[in-house]
């Protein structure tokens, strides 16, 4: 026991050496990389209103001023490519009190925040950022497009489609039926 304690600790102490061994400028090109990474600046701008964002994306966006369940919209825009319209809704859920985990506490309340988004972008990919595998996909016409969804317990997460140029996505964070999403997705442009 005793000797395979030795051999692992001089295992460790020979890594240790040569991690020391390496090139200063090895070891700051790392750090340029990671300090690059942390301090990428957020693309998305905070509009007041869809016409600043369209004028900020140089396109515009035709979204629902309202959609019922969800009480506050937020409209942002990525300079020449993307305008999205986030639908929020902010749900209070009582946490556990740790020392009674049948009892709810009055000080650990916390708030959880469901989303759905609208999002019109440049070029034809997928721009909804919803990168689930889902076990249902389906693609069905809605007005004068056609439209991909993205499934899963008879709930629909993801619409998208391409038209003009553009491409387009509504995501459900909790999902919404089949119904409900072709019904937001007529009223895009």
């Known amino acids: 026991m005793k000797k395979?304690?030795?051999?692992?600790?001089?295992?460790g102490l020979m890594f240790a050496v040569a991690?020391?061994?390496?090139?200063?400028?090895?070891?700051?090109?790392?750090?340029?990389?990671?300090?690059?990474?942390?301090?990428?600046?957020?693309?998305?701008?905070?509009?007041?209103?869809?016409?600043?964002?369209g004028k900020l994306a140089g396109f515009s966006l035709t979204a629902p001023e309202s959609?019922?369940?969800?009480?506050?919209?937020i409209i942002q825009a990525v300079e020449g490519e993307l305008v999205q319209v986030i639908f929020t809704r902010n749900q209070c859920i009582?946490?556990?009190?740790?020392?009674?985990?049948?009892?709810?506490s009055q000080e650990t309340v916390d708030f959880e925040s469901h989303d759905l988004t609208i999002r019109k972008g440049t070029g034809m990919e997928d721009i909804?950022?919803?990168?689930?595998?889902y076990p249902e996909v389906?693609?069905?016409?809605?007005?004068d497009r056609t439209v991909t969804l993205k499934e899963k317990d008879g709930l629909v997460y993801?619409?998208?489609?391409?038209?003009?140029g553009y491409s387009y996505a509504v995501y459900a964070a909790?999902?919404?039926?089949a119904d409900v999403m072709t019904a937001l997705v007529s009223e895009v442009e």
């Open 4 to 11: 395979e304690m030795m051999a692992i600790l001089a295992a």
């Open 19 to 53: 991690a020391c061994g390496e090139k200063a400028g090895d070891v700051n090109e790392r750090t340029d990389i990671i300090e690059d990474q942390v301090q990428i600046p957020n693309p998305f701008v905070d509009c007041e209103t869809m016409e600043e964002a």
């Open 67 to 73: 959609i019922d369940g969800y009480s506050d919209r």
């Open 94 to 104: 009582e946490l556990e009190d740790p020392e009674d985990p049948d009892a709810a």
């Open 128 to 133: 909804s950022g919803d990168y689930n595998e």
């Open 138 to 143: 389906e693609t069905v016409a809605v007005s």
């Open 158 to 164: 993801t619409a998208i489609w391409s038209m003009d």
């Open 174 to 177: 909790d999902g919404v039926s």
